[in-house]
T-cell receptor, first 114, second 112 residues
Framework: DAGITQSPRHKVTETGTPVTLRCHQT?????MYWYRQDPGHGLRLIHY???????DKGEVSDGYSVSRSKTEDFLLTLESATSSQTSVYFC?????????????FGNGTRLTVT | RKEVEQDPGPFNVPEGATVAFNCTYS??????FFWYRQDCRKEPKLLMS???SGNEDGRFTAQLNRASQYISLLIRDSKLSDSATYLC?????????????FGKGTKLSVKP
């Protein structure tokens, strides 16, 4: 399995508080992604990164920011959490940008915003 | 029309059965296609890529029909361990992994 670690695995937080989720990889892959998964929806891309300090928005980026200061770490921040951000968050990595290059996912973070 | 559509199931089949899932996509410019498997409360894992000529990996066969814009996954001789949700994934092109579109998944339950 690809070396991807997400932390925390579970978190409960209150509306309006900031939350940061961490993704750490040991594969030295250039590309990293944050997805959310909700019932009734496919996985949806929040933000992705194509290198240190290089990031771009995905389909559902509102309310989220990201940072990548090192190849191995990709942080997802909810500046002011809302109940609609209750979800399962998956980090993923890929080796290349070629369209056939698969994604490898971390084991997810379950976030509950009360 | 949604970009990637799958029958949500659940498909309840006995061990040893053959089961097939279809997935339709709306963007005719889609370039590459995948099936991922996701166990309950786990992360998705790549099952197989789908090639134009069709491809097989053991009991699993994937097919692509560009004219009708669908891909399929056939599982022969189902095992209990095949119980999972199967995600259809389509890359709509543009040279970015940001263009991966995930289906909502088809749930398979294999019973003894």
């Amino acid at each position: 399995d690809a070396g991807i670690t997400q932390s925390p695995r579970h978190k409960v937080t209150e509306t309006g508080t900031p939350v940061t989720l961490r993704c750490h990889q040991t594969e030295n892959h250039r590309y990293m992604y944050w997805y959310r998964q909700d019932p009734g929806h496919g996985l949806r891309l929040i933000h992705y990164s194509y290198g240190v300090k290089d990031t771009d928005k995905g389909e559902v980026s509102d309310g989220y920011s990201v940072s990548r200061s090192k190849t191995e770490d990709f942080l997802l921040t909810l500046e002011s959490a809302t109940s609609s951000q209750t979800s399962v968050y998956f980090c993923a990595i890929s080796e290349s940008l070629s369209e056939g290059s698969p994604l490898h996912f971390g084991n997810g973070t379950r976030l509950t915003v009360t | 029309r949604k970009e990637v559509e799958q029958d949500p199931g659940p498909f309840n089949v006995p061990e040893g059965a053959t089961v097939a899932f279809n997935c339709t996509y709306s963007n005719s410019a889609s370039q590459s296609f995948f099936w991922y498997r996701q166990d309950c409360r786990k992360e998705p894992k790549l099952l197989m890529s789908v090639y134009s000529s069709g491809n097989e990996d053991g009991r699993f066969t994937a097919q692509l029909n560009r004219a009708s814009q669908y891909i399929s996954l056939l599982i022969r001789d189902s095992k209990l361990s095949d119980s999972a949700t199967y995600l259809c994934v389509v890359n709509i092109g543009g040279g970015s992994q940001g263009n991966l579109i995930f289906g909502k998944g088809t749930k398979l339950s294999v019973k003894p």
